[in-house]
């Protein structure tokens, strides 16, 4: 696929929509993530700064889950499978000053990039012992549970967006309180993030699982893909595993 991988300056424009919504709660994590809440403490390895400055999220088995724009600059991207991706690493453990695992990737299992969804699941060499798990048996968000995000927000050491609720549902393209939604993905939400946070995955602070992937931001509002939304029976096929091997 032609200009699959971007430069990191291109990546930084592209990712720059991301927003602080009201004022700024992004709290950086120290070095051992013990100023995060207890909950989150553990998932903290489970995050890792992607080469071309997105965040990824390690979901078991060495798969991890981003933004699909992150990998391209095309504006639209049918689905597609199995592509090379030598150039990209992901470093965890990016806390403070700690530095940790660097990891390659081996390909590019799926990547969609389209009005409704924005996502891309990698295969890296190796990868930290934690995952973060897959809520993928109920619509999610349901209802207005609270969010929360791990971002490298401008792609520096991981920090806490602290908690958020999601705006709203809507469909693309329909006008909603004043908002015209041509370019955001599955619904809106205000948790902080900055560039850097493209690929972040959105969890739900009641079970700690994925329930979305953070795209961007539009005006006063941050968007981003619902798990759901995704094939996953083709994702689990390309990724040749059982999906009950997969944390959910």
């Known amino acids: 696929m032609r200009s699959l991988i971007l430069s990191f300056a291109f990546l930084f424009a592209f990712t720059a929509q991301a927003k602080i919504i009201g004022s700024d709660q992004l709290t950086p994590s120290n070095d051992a993530g013990l100023n995060l809440p207890p909950a989150l403490f553990r998932l903290v390895d489970?995050?890792?700064?992607?080469?071309?400055?997105?965040?990824?999220?390690?979901?078991?088995?060495?798969?991890?889950?981003?933004?699909?724009?992150?990998?391209?600059?095309?504006?639209?991207?049918?689905?597609?499978?199995?592509?090379?991706?030598?150039?990209?690493?992901?470093?965890?453990?990016?806390?403070?000053?700690?530095?940790?695992?660097?990891?390659?990737?081996?390909?590019i299992v799926a990547l969609q990039l389209d009005p409704v969804l924005d996502y891309a699941i990698l295969q890296f060499d190796r990868a930290p012992q934690a995952f973060v798990g897959l809520?993928?048996?109920?619509?999610?968000?349901?209802?207005?549970?609270?969010?929360?995000?791990?971002?490298h927000a401008d792609a520096a050491p991981l920090a806490w967006s602290k908690f958020c609720r999601r705006i709203m549902m809507f469909d693309p393209g329909q006008p909603q309180w004043g908002?015209?939604?041509?370019?955001?993905?599955?619904?809106?939400?205000?948790?902080?993030?900055?560039?850097?946070?493209?690929?972040?995955?959105?969890?739900?602070?009641?079970?700690?699982?994925?329930?979305?992937?953070?795209?961007?931001?539009?005006?006063?509002?941050?968007?981003?893909?619902?798990?759901?939304?995704?094939p996953w029976n083709r994702i689990f096929t390309r990724m040749n595993v059982n999906p009950r091997e997969i944390p959910r």
Request: proline fraction near 4%; include cysteine.
């Open 135 to 151: 809520e993928l048996q109920k619509e999610a968000p349901y209802g207005q549970p609270v969010l929360t995000i791990l971002s």
């Open 46 to 107: 489970a995050m890792g700064l992607l080469s071309m400055d997105c965040t990824g999220t390690h979901i078991g088995r060495g798969f991890v889950l981003t933004a699909g724009h992150c990998m391209t600059d095309q504006e639209k991207i049918a689905y597609s499978e199995n592509l090379p991706c030598a150039d990209i690493t992901i470093q965890w453990g990016v806390r403070g000053d700690r530095r940790g695992l660097i990891s390659r990737c081996r390909r």
């Open 179 to 230: 908002i015209q939604a041509t370019n955001v993905k599955g619904f809106y939400h205000q948790c902080d993030t900055l560039p850097g946070s493209s690929g972040a995955t959105i969890l739900d602070s009641r079970t700690l699982k994925v329930v979305a992937i953070h795209n961007g931001g539009s005006q006063a509002y941050n968007y981003a893909t619902p798990l759901r939304a995704l």
